[in-house]
Nanobody
Framework: QVQLVESGGGLVQAGGSLRLSCAASRRTFSGYSMGWFRQAPGKEREFVAAINWSRGTTHYADSVKGRFTISKDNAKNTGYLQMNNLKTEDTAVYYC????????????????WGQGTQVTVSS
């Protein structure tokens, strides 16, 4: 069982930055992948980025490439999503998720979810 707790959301102006954190309860996250998803009002949950904990390989949605960076701190069992040059269309609730083994881009492929954190980008 894995528990995930996100933090770091908030209100920021367009062009600004935020860093989201996702702390995992599991003693070691080796063998898992962590993903970030977001859901705006009236829209489906969409993939943002993912990282394989053991290999460090990453994958991004086209909409965030070059602006967002996913990373991890093995010692803290914490993943991060650094979001730069934020746009109003990035406004959503952001969720971190975990699954065993490889990176995936579909929400149903993830077994564990955090509670979500709101990110609001104003114009």
């Amino acid at each position: 069982q894995v528990q995930l707790v996100e933090s770091g959301g908030g209100l920021v102006q367009a062009g600004g930055s935020l860093r989201l954190s996702c702390a995992a309860s599991r003693r070691t996250f080796s063998g898992y992948s962590m993903g970030w998803f977001r859901q705006a009002p009236g829209k489906e949950r969409e993939f943002v980025a993912a990282i394989n904990w053991s290999r460090g390989t990453t994958h991004y949605a086209d909409s965030v490439k070059g602006r967002f960076t996913i990373s991890k701190d093995n010692a803290k069992n914490t993943g991060y999503l650094q979001m730069n040059n934020l746009k109003t269309e990035d406004t959503a609730v952001y969720y971190c998720a975990a699954r065993a083994l490889t990176i995936a881009t579909m929400a149903p492929q993830y077994d564990y979810w955090g509670q979500g954190t709101q990110v609001t980008v104003s114009s």
